[in-house]
Structure formats: structure tokens, C-alpha cells
């Protein structure tokens, strides 16, 4: 199994930014789609984005649209989350995941990391 490791997580005030990181272990990594979840509490888990981990194409959530950003560096495993505009609704705790293989989704979750947005 790929293990799956984000950080980067804190408490900033409204309007202000973060950058999440999330690494992925082992010398070989190559998932088809890695993707950014949340969770808020009393909350579903919801996506706020997705990047194709070859071409680097990434899609967002309405509600996250032209604030943040998804990237990724794949000689270093990692993807990361650009958070910019931060707003009190985006408090959550961050995920990050993987796509491993077609057809099994999201097979591969990190622990999370807590993004606590004050106004």
C-alpha cells in the first residue's frame, strides 16, 4: 500500500493563505488521479479538487474556484494544495488521496490535517 502523508495545516485568519503538502511514500508513485477532500464537522466529506498526475490538469469545487490551487511535483511525490482567500467555511480537516487503479477510486487516504480559518 502507498502511504500518504499531508501537512502544511494551521490556523490563519480570513483572507489569509496556506500551502498543504501531501507525500507519498516509496521510491515509485504513480497514480492516475490524486484528490483533496474535506471535512467539517457535522459534515459530509466533500472534494475540493483533483489533478491528473501525468498531464497536471486539475479540477476544483465551485466553492473553491480561482482561490485555490492544485499541483503537484513528481519527482517528489508530493501534491500540493494552494489556499488562497482563505474563508471561515473552508475550516476543515484536509485530505488528500490517491487513485492507485482504474476503476477502484480513491484507494489510498492520508491522516488529515486541520485548516482552521478565524474571522
Known amino acids: 500500500q502507498v502511504q500518504l502523508v499531508e501537512s502544511g495545516g494551521g490556523l490563519v485568519q480570513a483572507g489569509g493563505s496556506l500551502r498543504l503538502s501531501c507525500a507519498a511514500s516509496?521510491?515509485?508513485?504513480?497514480?492516475?488521479?490524486m484528490g483533496w477532500f474535506r471535512q467539517a464537522p457535522a459534515k459530509e466529506r466533500e472534494i475540493v479538487g483533483t489533478?491528473?498526475?501525468?498531464?497536471?490538469?486539475?479540477n476544483y469545487a465551485d466553492s473553491v474556484k480561482g482561490r485555490f490551487t492544485i499541483s503537484r511535483d513528481n519527482a517528489k511525490n508530493t501534491v500540493y494544495l494552494q489556499m488562497n482567500s482563505l474563508k471561515p467555511e473552508d475550516t476543515a480537516v484536509y485530505y488528500c488521496?490517491?487513485?492507485?487503479?482504474?476503476?477502484?477510486?480513491?484507494?489510498?487516504w492520508g491522516q488529515g490535517t486541520q485548516v482552521t480559518v478565524s474571522s
Open positions: 489533478i491528473n498526475w501525468r498531464a497536471g490538469r486539475a
Open positions: 516509496g521510491r515509485t508513485f504513480s497514480p492516475y488521479i
Open positions: 488521496a490517491a487513485v492507485i487503479s482504474l476503476g477502484r477510486g480513491y484507494d489510498s
